[in-house]
């Protein structure tokens, strides 16, 4: 490795501050400088991993572990944790111990403010946002605001798209320019044969989830020196997104369950290693570096990781919600008018910005077309089940 100081006798914590994305590779060579998952580690009853005090890991506390994740903040565009930090999945709700969700806002609220400042001060240029209606990336644009930055909000919707009004409203509440491409469902199609094309799969999500960040590059090209683009991408894992808890809040069945799923689904998404490994540069090429996703670091992780089930799920107006203190940090910025932004319910951005519907029309439309298939009943018309059913038919014909 060069540049890293690791040939002068450089430390875990030089390394990660210097290069974090090649600590892997180094660690891997120096097991006994290293910090865990690869020096050694004890394992306490619930099966998560603690540091132990011995020669290769000589403190032997937590707090080694945040003094070198959580300093300095961190301007790297993502970072892949479940690579540094090894298996996200191994359980660990013993450490889930801040219940109250106003103190969790407020971690949040201070973490966001530093993430934001250090890439806005490393990224010059014109900041983007890519605003899709929902409370984790107004959260960012509100905060970016709040800096004193205006920066250039863009939204990806279709003619279906749920995201368009709590997007323009937010942008307006911000005073942020706003730029809302509007796709038509030719277009849909036409961005998801590129899309197919670039990263190699015709995986559903994959695909919906690539269609807005092509798109969005019409927007990006129109601007004269683009600086960094900001996106909410990592929250909902961090922060139970989306999910519902079987168990009272308090319990420690609920802080089990909300442990597990939250780690799950970030080991499996915090990694290089994915279906797509190249996928932001494949579709964004030379913005990829730029691609900022704010809640993706392993600071994030470490202090997402303090929370109960309490500080992130409860009630607002008599309805559930997820989420609940990034909501309530959210609330915070937003100006009087648009606080309800913040509480709003939103599904993932490849359902909301109506991609997933446009694709279905144009796989009627597709099935409509076969030979015969409007004998009996319409594929435009019958239901999603019959459609699939004649697809996968026309696939073993050979259609």
Not at 288 to 314: E, K, N, Y
């Amino acid at each position: 490795m060069h540049g890293t100081g690791v040939e002068q006798g450089g430390s875990a914590k030089e390394v990660l501050r210097t290069s974090p994305h090649q600590y892997v590779a180094w660690a891997l060579e120096h097991p006994a400088r290293s910090i865990p998952p690869f020096g050694t580690r004890s394992t306490t009853r619930h099966g998560s991993q603690r540091d132990s005090p011995d020669a290769t890991n000589p403190t032997g506390t937590m707090e080694r572990v945040k003094d070198i994740f959580l300093s300095p903040p961190t301007s790297e565009p993502m970072e892949f944790v479940s690579d540094l930090l090894g298996d996200l999945s191994v359980p660990d709700p013993d450490a889930r111990t801040l219940t109250d969700p106003q103190a969790a806002a407020k971690l949040i609220a201070d973490e966001t403010r530093s993430r934001v400042q250090a890439v806005l001060e490393r990224f010059p240029g014109t900041p983007s946002i890519l605003l899709s209606g929902g409370v984790d990336s107004i959260y960012v644009a509100a905060m970016a605001a709040d800096l004193g930055v205006r920066a250039q909000a863009i939204t990806i919707v279709t003619g279906d798209g749920a995201d368009r009004p709590h997007a323009a409203a937010a942008a307006a509440a911000l005073g942020l320019p706003h730029d809302i491409i509007e796709l038509t469902a030719d277009e849909v199609v036409q961005l998801a044969r590129d899309v197919m094309g670039r990263i190699g799969t015709s995986e559903l999500w994959e695909v919906t989830a690539g269609i807005p960040l092509l798109a969005a590059r019409r927007s990006l090209d129109r601007i004269a020196n683009p600086g960094p683009i900001l996106t909410g991408s990592g929250a909902d894992a961090i922060f139970g997104g989306g999910r519902k808890p079987t168990h009272p809040l308090d319990s420690d069945e609920a802080r089990a369950e909300i442990d597990r799923l939250i780690r799950e689904e970030s080991a499996a998404n915090f990694r290089y290693d994915r279906l797509v490994p190249d996928f932001y540069p494949a579709l964004l090429d030379r913005y990829a570096d730029r691609l900022i996703h704010v809640f993706q670091t392993v600071r994030w992780w470490r202090l997402a990781a303090r929370f109960a089930p309490r500080a992130l799920f409860g009630d607002h107006d008599g309805s559930p919600v997820d989420k609940l203190a990034l909501r309530i940090a959210c609330d915070a910025l937003l100006p009087s008018g648009a606080k309800h932004l913040a509480w709003t319910a939103k599904s993932p951005i490849q359902r909301a910005s109506g991609l997933m519907g446009a694709l279905a029309t144009a796989a009627r439309a597709y099935a409509a077309g076969l030979p015969g298939a409007t004998t009996y009943t319409n594929p435009k018309t019958e239901d999603p089940e019959a459609v699939a059913t004649r697809l996968y038919l026309a696939i073993l014909k050979g259609d």
